[in-house]
């Protein structure tokens, strides 16, 4: 007998797409979101963090670049376990109306995602990306936590170097006038590829597929994190400079540069400091003149080492924010508020930008607190007054009338 509270359906019954709100998981969402926007607003938008000096204001911003966008495609993930069951899968019947939901919602995420990319703001928005996401997502609903985590686990160490061997032999890809310009950007050549983040994905449905009320299963969520975010990121850290794979790195790009080998010290000092600053100055992917570049863990690299290392950091917020909302429930409202509301901020902040003509070059301190700051009070506002914010309510529509043309039994469709 199920219990009255198992979030489990019972048989013959398919679980109701998740309605109830888990307060740490939209705390987490919104941290996603304002780390996705500082790196949009730019270093100069700090203003507190600039009051501690440069330094500072740039270490923040380095550390919100590419583990929020992981962060966001992780929770994406994890979105989808609670949608399609939580802890037990839904069985093949059952899972018919959940997944018209999810391909609407796919749908209108790349028609929003186009619009913003219209506004010709400089940003690299994600929603076209996350569509595909949850269209790639598709096959592995079925899937129990194990069977995710192996899943995720084989992208992360796979796909780097599958990308890597299949873009050296496509050549250049050209310049992207548009965030993204097809299934080869999505899955390979853009901002955000699959190759890469479908890793992040996998791993997000795996956790969501476990009880995250458990003190053990959060325990071993922040266990976890912490060895791979130090595999990830230590792990290339002492390949590169300790074991000697910058120097290399140098060689090789020089010798495939102008054709020159075995560079003396004067010579390959300059060209070292260009790689170590060329590592900064990733957009999805690596260069393929040389594969030490996929010993790199830098933002947006996507390599395994930045892979696994993403997955790490985004377990340890999870974990943290689960904690800090079950024991400080009134203060991280606010937050919770923003992160129900993801969608609406991300998007709205997009426009925002477009109408101001902001970039993140611009020096403009304290525009990432005005920003933060309104969204905060604005959601915890709107969602005391009115409940889910304004684009959720519509996407949450759109996914239900979806799913009502999915019928009951074979010749039976609900009626809309």
């Known amino acids: 007998?199920?219990?009255?509270?198992?979030?489990?359906?019972?048989?013959?019954?398919?679980?109701?797409?998740?309605?109830?709100?888990i307060a740490g998981v939209d705390a987490a969402r919104a941290l996603a979101v304002f780390g996705m926007l500082t790196v949009?607003?730019?270093?100069?938008?700090?203003?507190?963090?600039?009051?501690?000096?440069?330094?500072?204001?740039?270490?923040?911003?380095?550390?919100?670049?590419?583990r929020s966008s992981a962060l966001f495609a992780f929770l994406a993930g994890l979105s989808l376990a609670l949608m399609t069951g939580r802890t037990r899968p839904l069985p093949g019947p059952d899972l018919r109306r959940p997944m018209a939901r999810i391909l609407v919602r796919a749908i209108v995420l790349a028609l929003l995602g186009m619009f913003l990319d219209l506004l010709?703001?400089?940003?690299?928005?994600?929603?076209?990306y996350y569509a595909g996401f949850f269209v790639l997502a598709l096959p592995l609903l079925r899937l129990g936590p194990v069977a995710l985590a192996c899943t995720a686990a084989a992208i992360a160490v796979a796909g780097p170097q599958a990308s890597f061997a299949l873009r050296s032999a496509m050549?250049?890809?050209?310049?992207?006038?548009?965030?993204?310009?097809?299934?080869?950007?999505?899955?390979?050549?853009g901002y955000y590829p699959a190759f890469t983040f479908m890793a992040f994905v996998a791993a997000g449905m795996a956790?969501?597929?476990?009880?995250?009320?458990?003190?053990?299963?959060?325990?071993?969520?922040?266990?976890?994190?912490?060895?791979?975010?130090?595999?990830?990121?230590?792990?290339s850290w002492l390949l590169l400079y300790p074991l000697g794979g910058v120097d290399r790195l140098?060689?090789?790009?020089?010798?495939?540069?102008?054709?020159?080998?075995?560079?003396?010290?004067?010579?390959?000092?300059?060209?070292?400091?260009?790689?170590?600053?060329?590592?900064?100055?990733m957009h999805g992917q690596v260069p393929t003149d040389s594969p030490v570049w996929l010993l790199i863990a830098s933002p947006h690299s996507g390599t395994s080492y930045e892979a696994i290392g993403a997955i790490g950091t985004s377990l340890l917020v999870l974990t943290a924010c689960l904690f800090a909302?079950?024991?400080?429930?009134?203060?991280?409202?606010?937050?919770?508020?923003?992160?129900?509301?993801?969608?609406?901020?991300?998007?709205?902040?997009?426009?925002?930008?477009?109408?101001?003509?902001?970039s993140f070059e611009d020096v403009a301190p304290f525009r990432w607190e005005a920003f933060v700051g309104?969204?905060?009070?604005?959601?915890?506002?709107?969602?005391?007054?009115?409940?889910?914010?304004?684009?959720?309510?519509?996407?949450?529509w759109l996914g239900d009338r979806g799913a009502d043309l999915v019928p009951d039994r074979i010749g039976q469709v609900r009626q809309l």
């Open 120 to 128: 010709d703001a400089p940003v690299a928005v994600i929603l076209a």
């Open 250 to 281: 140098a060689s090789d790009v020089a010798a495939s540069t102008w054709g020159t080998s075995g560079l003396d010290t004067a010579a390959l000092e300059p060209m070292r400091d260009w790689v170590v600053e060329e590592m900064g100055n």
């Open 325 to 358: 909302a079950e024991r400080a429930r009134a203060l991280l409202y606010p937050l919770s508020a923003a992160g129900a509301m993801a969608l609406t901020v991300y998007a709205g902040h997009i426009v925002v930008m477009a109408i101001g003509d902001m």
């Open 171 to 189: 050549g250049g890809t050209g310049f992207r006038e548009n965030s993204i310009g097809g299934i080869t950007d999505l899955l390979l050549t």
């Open 207 to 235: 956790v969501g597929r476990m009880d995250l009320a458990a003190t053990r299963v959060r325990i071993g969520m922040a266990c976890t994190g912490a060895g791979l975010a130090l595999l990830g990121y230590g792990g």
């Open 40 to 66: 949009h607003l730019g270093v100069g938008s700090l203003g507190l963090a600039g009051l501690l000096g440069q330094e500072a204001a740039d270490t923040f911003h380095g550390l919100t670049r590419g």
């Open 1 to 21: 007998m199920t219990p009255p509270n198992d979030p489990r359906p019972r048989d013959g019954q398919a679980a109701p797409a998740a309605r109830e709100r």
């Open 374 to 396: 309104t969204a905060l009070v604005a959601c915890t506002a709107w969602k005391l007054l009115l409940g889910r914010g304004p684009l959720e309510r519509a996407l949450g």
